[in-house]
């Protein structure tokens, strides 16, 4: 007989692992680089930097702490709280679910490049090899499918059994996996121009539009508004000192963002591509790259391993808030919950993999399925969650009550108790409400 309790962290280790891993996802290793390099290099990752410390540990601390303080979901933890915001968890919830719909799609893109370097690399045109991939209708569905069918056995194994297990082994080894790239792409002759542009901050190309990017890329990252942390949080216990995970998680995030950048920019450099090239830079410039580079088949293999592990630790978490959603709220047995919504986004998989093909032609809103599920959760309810969960933390359910959950009635210090405060009700809304307006185009910088 299936339990039907929600489960714990077995360890702090784990929670970090596991937390680190949601925040660590596509984001870093194929958004940062190409926003580094279409912003000035080292200016943006400057400000990027600064917004982590000041807006990225502020929100983190806050999602984890409403949710071991309710021990619910996204959505159960703001109706326990307050009745009235129920609606911000239910954003939380449906992020998760529209952004699996593209995020599996993709996954299943990086198993394919996985298996095209096992065989030896892409080979001729790069753009054109990816063009008629992902144009295709059988293939890149079948590879979703693999990737979707990964992160629902992992998620039916439970917390301590699948998420944390799991995130305990491809974390570890991601860095690993990381390190040995950026060894080998800064080692490549030439390689000193991209580290000189990667490093050295351009403050001529320092515009507000740049620090929008920069504080849209580092909500984004961290996984925050779409309800992980809050969930992650709620299987915490009370002996678990929050001021400090919610360091150390953004610590590891930006330490891999950062080191995507060592690993990619001094290639493209090295081999004369375009840093800005955008997000065609991960399947189409460093396939290029890793073609021309010595023993680049291997490498490129490598690389993509570890934007598989970052992409599946994040898929994990998405698919755990809809189905924590469903064990607390229905009280589903984590296996229906599990491969009832797996299958049910696969549905919205199949649309999201053939708009680049057989569907591109249908178009909402001028925009093809797969775009359509990218905006409104990137550009609406990610920066709206964030948003309302400073305002309901700072103003609805209070401060103090946040610091007493936090500190656990003083048994924790909170040294950071202050400056926490400032942010959480002032500097971080304010930032993220920019970031709002800016990408739904209210205002534009």
Known sequence: MEQKNRGTWASSFGFIMAAAGSAVGLGNLWKFPYLAGMNGGGAFVLIYLLIVVFVGYTIMLGEMTIGRATQLNALGAYKKLNKKYTWVGACGVLAGFLILSFYNVVGGWVIKYIIQFLFGGVKGNASEFFGSFISSAAEP????????????????????GGIEKFSKVM????????????????TLPGAGAGLAFYLTPDFSKLTPSTIVAALGQ??????????????????LNKDENLAKDAFIVPFMDTAVALLAGFAIMPAVFAFGYEPGAGPGLMFITLPSIFAEMPLGTIFGLCFFILVLFAAVTSSISLLEVCAAYCIDEFKWSRTKATWLLTGIIFILNILSSLSMGPLSHVLIFGKNFFDLFDFITSNILL??????????????????????????????PFKSRGFWTLMVKVIAPIAVFIVFLNTLGIIKF
Request: hydrophobic share 60%.
């Open 218 to 235: 580092v909500f984004f990252s961290l996984s925050l508004g779409m309800g992980c942390m809050i969930t992650y949080g709620s299987y």
């Open 383 to 412: 920066p709206l969650g964030g948003l309302m969960m400073c305002i309901f933390i700072g103003y609805v359910w209070g401060i103090d009550n946040a610091i007493a959950e936090i500190t656990q009635n003083g048994k924790f």
């Open 141 to 160: 569905l079948i590879w979703t499918l693999v990737f979707a069918a990964f992160t629902g056995y992992i998620v039916w194994r439970g917390i301590s």
């Open 171 to 186: 974390m570890p080894a991601l860095f690993v996996l990381l390190v040995v790239v950026v060894i080998r792409s800064v």
